[in-house]
């Protein structure tokens, strides 16, 4: 595989790093993203595209991506706009783009501000609270893993966040009620060590997971949209937001292999079906399926 060619881009409130691998072949580039998944996370999916150029990045707050403005909190607004740079910084008429979890939603607000930038869209897995039946339970379990966070720190936090995010279905009213889990059962620190600086929990959370895409806008734009779901992970609240906010646009969902993180393989320790998604998302980007 090519090796990537990494390079900075100052936009507003942030140094944005991301990265170039030149295909053998010609055609529309290839953009992977997530968030707040870093380029890191996709190197595996990018391994099976060589023909394709592919872009990756950091989003603003995350690894080599640092934020100059001081903001505690970014939007799925602002991330558009760095992705919209990062895109005309390639010097790219119009790109391909799979983006995942966070980054889905980012995604979603850039085809809604500049749809002739995005070809093809596969939003995979957008946590997006407001599109769901039990929205406003959902949105009370994030706003209460958010204060947990800012209360107790990081692992009592994300011991909410991966309880919620395996959850099977829609939340129970009495969702926030129950016990706290113990941050030491998923190998989290007990202890709290001041920071507040997650970039999700601290960044990202509250303004992904109730973000409110403008659907009129997305369907009148010129971009090809599939929402995509794992067939693993179908009823956990990603892929319940994929399945809502297809709903809403009118369209079938398109099912990937695998769960959430289906593309990995190995990052982050984090095993899926590389190989078989890469096959799915090329059919999808070929419009084969």
């Not at 942030?14 to 580039?29: C, K, M, N």
């Not at 407001?130 to 949105?139: I, Y």
């Amino acid at each position: 595989m090519t090796s990537p060619e990494s390079h900075t881009l100052s936009v507003p409130g942030a140094e944005l790093a991301y990265d170039v691998r030149p295909g053998t072949g010609g055609g529309v580039p290839l953009f992977l993203l997530g968030s707040p998944m870093s380029a890191a996370g996709f190197v595996s999916l990018a391994a099976h595209f060589t023909d394709r150029t592919v872009i990756t990045y950091d989003p603003r707050g995350v690894e080599r991506s640092k934020r100059t403005d001081g903001a505690a909190e970014s939007h799925p607004e602002e991330h558009a706009e760095d992705i919209r740079a990062v895109i005309e910084a390639v010097g790219a008429e119009t790109v391909d783009v799979f983006a995942s979890s966070g980054g889905a939603v980012n995604t979603l607000a850039l085809v809604a501000r500049h749809p002739a930038l995005a070809r093809t869209v596969v939003a995979h897995e957008p946590p997006l609270a407001e599109v769901l039946p039990d929205r406003d339970v959902a949105l009370r379990v994030f706003a209460d893993m958010g204060e947990t966070y800012r209360r107790e720190g990081f692992g009592a936090g994300m011991a909410k966040f991966i309880a919620a995010a395996v959850h099977q279905g829609p939340f129970p009213a009495d969702w926030t009620d129950g016990p706290a889990p113990d941050p030491a059962a998923f190998g989290l620190p007990t202890q709290d060590d001041g920071t507040r600086d997650d970039a999700l929990l601290g960044q990202n959370l509250r303004n992904s997971t109730g973000y409110r895409p403008d659907f009129a806008a997305l369907r009148a734009a010129s971009t090809r949209l599939v929402i995509a779901a794992g067939r693993e992970s179908e009823r956990e609240l990603p892929a319940r937001g994929a399945l809502g906010v297809a709903e809403r646009l009118g369209i079938a969902p398109t099912m990937f292999p695998s769960h959430h993180g289906g593309f990995l393989g190995g990052e982050f320790g984090q095993e899926g079906e590389p190989a078989e998604f890469a096959k799915a998302l090329r059919a999808v980007l070929d419009g084969d399926s």
